[in-house]
């Protein structure tokens, strides 16, 4: 049966006497629990994950320019753009950078207007246009720049002739700003000094912001980059260096690096780079693969792992795509200010720091799985995405979903032991599955018309186009098999390389795979993923196991919600289809199998009843998988969520947890008890629900003295995870040994700062714990080691555990420091406040300090972007009465945007 769900109507029951203590905690617990939330009924306010901005009402006017997109006039060829960032600023304090490019484009259809992206950039000289084949280029009648569209557009005279090119040259300046988008700065303190970093992200409409250019994914180009940059620096782009002089220009001597053209590629996937960082290096055949940081990170050593791991995740995409690796070089750079994780540019990937660099004595193994996923991740895109790529952002969640996807099979190469091909269940399909289940929700698919302006595509860098896109593949992988889905794959590739296609490209490919196998699913491609792509929500399946008639309905949390759109529609029409590939789907785990889950009295046995029948499932010893084990909890406390189990029976799946040791069914465990926290950590509830699970956790805390005396590392990667689970969760519950054993610790540690005894894995626990029961004191020692520390994981763990103070000055300070960009850089700020929210203490401070810095913070962080919604759905997760929703409601700017 393999990695299926497992049901086994035989299995006898084994009767072991529970204690009926817990059956009363139980009892009690969920007694309030629906006397809580019968007062909060009507007003619940649901954590919302999907965010969606309003199409607005009324079109302004016809005109291009006014059009978010651009027309099919032209057809950029190549690019030559060459730009001198400045590291100092200017006389009047000013960072800037100067730029001059040319780009040669192709009338496809005749026009008398030149339109081309360019946002914030001011225009030195007036733009010229040469013609390239035999008849004169018309002349510029007029230069209008669009603002708002963030067009330039250039009105001319007469017509340009279809068939011809023709040449538009332009000199410009820009700001290097600190706004983490376009060209922009990063800056670090060496040894006291300070240095400045010119970096990019262009993803997804901020190539505009580094000069003009046809700003879509589907206009690609071939691009000549040429850096000036300061003798002591090294330039970096996406192709590798061709030359490299040193020449006096505006009486400055510089150097300037020539870059090798570009393949054919979007202006997304762009990248230049100046900076004085380190690397260290490794050629693997021809390849050549390198790993740049901050000197001092590079000479500790921190990019070591990065290196070791990203010549093995390589040559395993080779094979996988059947594809070489479509270019000479490779490098991978981790920046000190990055607004998103990492970014896959042709090449030149450019990450933050804790997604690239490691410290063997310092960082955790969360950190190290962290960065061999991203890294696979970002590898996997250099073909899936960068080579072929999307016509539009509409379907960016076949780009990321595919990248989110295989990113586990390149990090299951790079670290064999691991199983983390498991743990995709929790982190991408629970976690999906309680975004996926609000009546808030939306298909991954959207239409491209949907998806104009570019808040509009910042919303679709969201979890369903991640983690639905992953789980969906991950189950069309599996059903069609893996050798139908790479071979699809494979020839998908190889027919749309340097070229841009649409989701059903790939459907396409993958159809032909099947049908030239004898793997025979019973509808094509098309037809199965249509119902998974369209629509959103999953269906919850009811099996009835007397008549064998399966059922199914869309699964929502709040059942009274039902969508805007009507229940699963589909196509427009109301069709409550029966899946028509129910053993396909095993993989997902995304059926929620039976519509009751309860244990018998033993609290061992688990019993899924559907109609009159009895399936069993014996609990011990261990016969039901361990993704299982982690899918009944998860789907237990969903049912109850939705209503359509009792919370007694959800609460009843954690009874086993005594005897359970191994690290999924405990994550996906705490993950659902801490709805019951949020929603409870403010009620009487709390009391009994800390004894409750203090007394699940005893059992874990003791099995991980035993087997590692909290001295040593148990030997597996989820069971260090479980370490960390046990520990935290111990100390959080107030169990004294646990609590003893981390204030020890940490008073070591104030003693002599430069030793740390704390466990690296154990750290983020311990500090957050330690901090929680300390004061002022142990707050600015915190305070001391965030700010000497030259690890970014270890800034980051120590940066949220301060936000477990428990003392609400500690935490207001703290909130204030979230303002100021050399205390906490701006790429933090927005997880500072939210990780302060999460904290019991700090949630209606962090509320009154977002409400009170409105202004500030919108501008920073506002504008439809994703790290704005993050912040307010990080804040206001505890809501859940209508007074609470009304002061969401009262925020200056309109909150729909948000909800
Ligand atoms: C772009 O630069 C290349 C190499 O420097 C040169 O051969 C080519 O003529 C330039 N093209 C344009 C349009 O300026
Ligand atoms: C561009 O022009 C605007 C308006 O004159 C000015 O405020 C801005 O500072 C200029 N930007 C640069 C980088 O010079
Ligand atoms: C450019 O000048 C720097 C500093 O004087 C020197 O180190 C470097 O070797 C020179 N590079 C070239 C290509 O001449
Ligand atoms: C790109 O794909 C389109 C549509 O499949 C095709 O018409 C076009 O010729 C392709 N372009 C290139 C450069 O291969
Ligand atoms: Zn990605």
């Known amino acids: 049966m393999g ?109 008398n207007l030149i339109l081309i992206h360019s946002n914030k950039l001011n225009m030195t000289l007036q733009p010229t246009l040469t013609a390239l084949g035999s008849k004169p280029a018309p002349i510029i009648e007029s230069i209008v720049m669009h603002t708002k569209t963030q067009y330039m557009a250039i009105h001319l005279k007469d017509e340009l002739t279809a068939g011809e090119s023709y040449e538009l040259y332009t000199e410009f300046v820009g700001e290097l700003a600190d706004d983490l988008g376009g060209f922009y700065r990063s800056e670090y303190y060496e040894n006291g000094v300070k240095k400045v970093v010119a970096t990019t992200q262009m993803q997804a409409t901020d190539a505009r912001k580094a000069f003009p250019c046809f700003d879509e994914p589907a206009m690609k180009a071939v691009f000549h980059i040429t850096l000036y940059h300061d003798p002591a620096t090294v330039a970096l782009s996406n192709g590798v260096v061709i030359d490299k002089v040193n020449i006096t220009v505006d009486d400055t001597f510089v150097t300037r690096t020539t870059f090798a053209p570009t393949e054919v590629m979007s202006t997304y996937l762009l990248a230049f780079i100046v900076s004085d960082f380190g690397f260290i290096e490794q050629n693997i055949d021809k390849l050549q693969i390198r790993i740049f940081a901050r000197q001092e990170a590079i000479n500790a050593g921190q990019g070591e792992y990065a290196l070791s791991v990203t010549g093995t995740i390589l040559k395993f995409f080779e094979d996988y795509y059947n594809v070489p690796y479509p270019l000479p070089k490779s490098d991978q750079i981790a920046l000190p200010d990055f607004n998103a994780g990492a970014m896959e540019n042709w090449g030149l990937i450019t990450y933050r720091e804790t997604a690239l660099l490691y410290d063997e004595e310092i960082s955790s193994n969360g950190n190290k799985e962290r960065i061999v996923t991203i890294i696979a991740h970002e590898l996997a895109h250099q073909w899936f995405g960068n080579l072929v790529t999307i016509r539009w952002w509409n379907d960016l969640w076949l780009n990321e979903g595919f990248a989110s996807y295989v990113e586990y099979l390149g990090a299951d190469k790079a670290e064999p032991t691991w199983n983390i091909k498991d743990l995709i269940v929790l982190n991408d399909v629970h976690r999906v599955f309680a975004i996926d289940a609000l009546a808030s929700s939306h298909p991954l698919s959207s239409k491209e018309e949907e998806i104009q302006r570019p808040e509009q595509i910042s919303e679709v860098f969201d979890t369903i186009s991640y983690s639905k896109g992953a789980s969906v593949l991950r189950m069309l992988s599996d059903f069609l098999t893996e050798t139908v889905f790479t071979q699809g794959l494979q020839t998908y590739l190889d027919h749309f390389k340097f070229n841009n296609t649409v989701y059903t490209d790939l459907w396409e490919h993958l159809q032909r795979a099947v049908d030239s196998s004898t793997s025979t699913p019973p509808r094509s491609v098309q037809d199965i993923m249509d119902r ?33 759109s009507g229940l699963y529609q589909f196509h427009g029409q109301r069709k409550k289809q029966h899946n028509p590939y129910i053993g396909c789907c095993r993989k997902l785990v995304s059926f929620k199998m039976t519509v009751t889950i309860m244990f018998d009295t033993t609290g061992l046995t688990m019993i899924m009843k559907t109609g009159n029948a009895y399936l069993m499932f014996s609990r011990l010893p261990d016969s039901i998988p361990v993704i299982n084990r982690a899918q009944i909890i998860d789907d237990a406390f969903n049912l109850a969520k939705a209503g359509i189990i009792e919370t007694t029976l959800a609460l009843r799946t954690t009874l086993f947890l005594a005897s359970e040791t191994e690290y999924m069914p405990w994550e996906s465990a705490l993950d659902n008890l801490d709805y019951f926290y949020l929603m409870f950590d403010r009620t009487e509830v709390y009391g009994p629900m800390q004894t409750y699970v203090g007394n699940k956790v005893e059992g874990l805390f003791d099995y991980f003295t035993r087997l590692t005396n909290w001295e040593n590392l148990p030997p597996g990667h989820t069971d260090q995870y479980n370490q960390v689970n046990a520990l935290r969760v111990a100390c959080s519950t107030g169990l004294e040994a646990c609590t003893t054993l981390v204030k020890t610790w940490f008073e070591q540690w104030m003693e002599n700062p ?68 050399n205390k906490i850089r701006k790429q933090d700020a927005t997880s500072t406040i939210i990780s302060i929210a999460s904290n019991v203490v700090g949630q209606p401070l962090a509320w009154d300090f977002v409400r009170a810095n409105w202004e500030y913070i919108f501008k920073q962080y506002g504008g439809g972007s994703f790290s704005f919604s993050n912040l307010i759905n990080g804040i206001t997760k505890r809501f859940s009465t209508e007074f609470e929703l009304q002061q969401v409601c009262d925020l200056p700017q309109n909150c729909f945007i948000f909800f």
């Open 3 to 111: 990695k299926g769900f497992f049901i086994n109507k035989t299995v006898g029951i084994v009767g072991i006497v529970l204690a009926a203590g817990a059956i009363a905690t139980i009892i009690a617990l969920s007694v309030v629990y629906s006397q809580e939330k019968s007062k909060n009924n009507e007003n619940e306010v649901k954590p919302t994950g999907a965010v969606t901005t309003p199409v607005p009402t009324t079109e302004p006017s016809n005109e291009p320019w006014d059009q978010w997109r651009l027309p099919q006039t032209l057809s950029p060829q190549t690019y030559n753009v060459t730009l001198w960032p400045r590291l100092q600023p200017d006389a009047t304090g000013l960072y800037i950078f100067r730029g001059l490019s040319s780009v040669v484009f192709r009338c496809v259809e005749k026009t």
């Open 532 to 564: 998974w792509v369209l629509q959103m929500g999953f269906p919850v399946v009811t099996i009835n196991t007397e008549t064998g008639q399966i059922t199914q309905e869309h699964f929502l949390l709040d059942p009274e919600t039902k969508p805007d």
């Open 754 to 821: 430069n030793v740390n005894p704390i466990k690296a894995n154990l750290r983020s626990a311990v500090y957050c714990s330690a901090i929680a029961a300390g004061g002022e004191k142990e707050w600015n020692f915190a305070w001391e080691m965030f700010e000497k520390a030259t690890v970014a994981s270890e800034k980051d763990k120590l940066r949220a555990a301060m936000a477990c103070a428990t003392e609400p000055w500690l935490l207001n300070r703290y909130l204030k420091y979230t303002l100021d960009s």
